[in-house]
């Protein structure tokens, strides 16, 4: 919504621009005044809005109501809206009774090709006439080209502004500019680079972009003007405007095209130092060089579920290249076993960059051994002491035992006829007999080798 006013005196009109009129009242609109020209219109076709088309054209009349001068006053007042074919047909027929006037339908005509059309209601005379009122439409309706793209700190970037129709341009007929708007600074432009008909090369309005942004004045002859970025920086991440009009069409604006410029930097992996020896662990992450502003999570790689926020304090700023560095610290009370990560979310990328392992035992600083290549020649160590120690146990176990069996097992001398019996060896049991009082037993020794037993028997002897 749009109201408009001229000023007294040799000083240029100047337009009053509303984005929101709710809550805009009479007052409002008597201390703005006095006003000339009243302007309003619904949203372009295909663009996205909060409110039905019909909301504009009842906020256009009550605007217009305050916006009257007084019955009986000798001030002319003219008023306009426009609808973009968005207004339903029951829509226009109230428009028209609100605004006690028919439309006027306008088409975009280029050649045999109808670009566009529009509905207008006024009680401007050129209304009537189509030629009269696109000139008098040119400075206020536009049909505006928008595009999103992405690009890295770094590298070079096309920002796309291309006439849809393929025409060939005389670059004498042509006025081109990209601008951007100037942060803080609302409806204030910066010319990022232009070109004026007549000149021989592209000029730049803004020390920023000077020797980074280029036009080809071949392309511009094809209907390409395209704007050519290099080095791109995180400053560069704006809305930049494209603006094309012809000299011989008395500067009528050709081509508007706006594209929103997302600049992102790949953020270093995340490196994780830490922790001490006390009760409390402290893990510091850092990461550095990255954009935009970076998500950043601690996560238990146990479970790999994300840690309190409530354990970390993060700080994210900005260094001298304009990217960002992180550096995050965790703190959580010892336990048994400590897993834990450092992940940073650059969203733009929809990249998550998790640091490596950090895992470690806890315990006391007494079991920690301080020299790398003692617990390595150690390790090697304890298995052959082992073995020797068993082969020690094993020997004095074979030696004792023999020596039992000598005590238990003398050997007699008899007259006449001798009957002995075999000694019994063991190989994983006894073979049981008649009057055996010896019970199953284990066989092997812990060598591997069979045991020898006595067993204390009497044989027919003879004294």
């Known amino acids: 919504m749009s109201l408009g006013f001229l000023e007294h ?18 007052r409002d609109v008597e201390v703005w005044g006095p006003f000339d020209l009243a302007y309003g219109s619904t949203p372009p076709l295909g663009h996205a809005c909060s409110q039905p088309p019909a909301w504009y054209l009842f906020q256009f009349h009550r605007i217009l109501r305050y916006a009257r001068p007084r019955p009986g006053s000798p001030q002319p007042f003219f008023w306009m809206f426009v609808d973009n074919l968005v207004l339903t047909q029951d829509d226009r027929v109230v428009a028209t009774r609100f605004l006690e006037t028919d439309p006027v339908t306008i088409q975009d005509v280029h050649g045999s090709t109808i670009r566009n059309a529009v509905h207008v209601w006024s009680n401007i005379p050129a209304v009537k006439s189509p030629g009269l009122l696109l000139l008098l439409l040119c400075g206020l309706r536009a049909e505006i080209q928008e595009e999103e793209i992405r690009a890295m700190v770094g590298s070079d970037v096309l920002l796309s502004c291309i006439y849809p129709e393929g025409n060939t341009f ?46 080809s004045l071949d392309s511009m002859k094809q209907g390409d003007f395209s704007l050519h970025l290099h080095n791109v920086t995180p400053q560069d991440e704006q809305k930049f405007n494209c603006l094309v009009f012809r000299k011989s069409l008395e500067l009528e604006k050709i081509l508007e095209v706006t594209v929103t410029l997302n600049v992102a930097a790949n953020y270093s992996m995340p490196v994780v130092s830490g922790p001490s020896q006390d009760e409390e662990l402290v893990f510091t992450c850092t990461s550095t060089d990255g954009y935009p502003r970076p998500n950043v999570y601690w996560i238990n790689k146990t479970d790999n579920s994300l840690l309190d ?18 550096v995050s610290v965790l703190r959580i009370r010892r336990s048994p076993t400590i897993d834990v990560g450092c992940c940073i979310e650059n969203v733009l990328l929809h990249q998550n960059l998790t640091s490596g392992q950090t895992e470690m035992s806890t315990g006391t600083k007494d ?36 020596w039992l069996c000598r005590r238990r097992c003398p ?50 002897a003879t004294r």
Do not use: M
């Open 367 to 402: 079991s920690i051994t301080e020299d790398p290549v003692d617990d390595t020649q150690d390790a090697v160590n304890q298995p052959v002491l082992s073995i020797l120690a068993v082969l020690v146990v094993a020997v004095a176990v074979a030696v004792a035992t023999g």
């Open 170 to 215: 005389d670059l004498n007929d042509l006025y081109v500019y990209w601008q951007i708007n100037v942060p803080g600074k609302r409806n204030t432009s910066s010319v990022v680079t232009y070109y004026l008909s007549g000149n021989s090369s592209a000029g730049h309005g803004n020390n920023h972009y000077k020797d980074r942004a280029r036009l």
């Open 309 to 326: 926020d409530a354990l970390q304090n993060s700080t994210v700023s900005l260094n001298a290249r304009g990217l960002y560095n992180v």
């Open 411 to 460: 050997y007699r001398s008899y007259a006449g006829a001798q009957a002995a019996r075999p000694e019994l060896e063991l190989t994983g049991q006894f073979a049981r007999r008649e009057g055996d009082p010896w019970r199953k037993r284990g066989s092997t020794g812990e060598l591997g080798a069979p045991l020898s037993l006595c067993p204390p028997f009497s044989a027919g």
């Open 9 to 26: 005196g040799s000083e240029p009109g100047k337009l009053k621009h509303l984005d929101d009129v709710t809550n805009v009242v009479r």
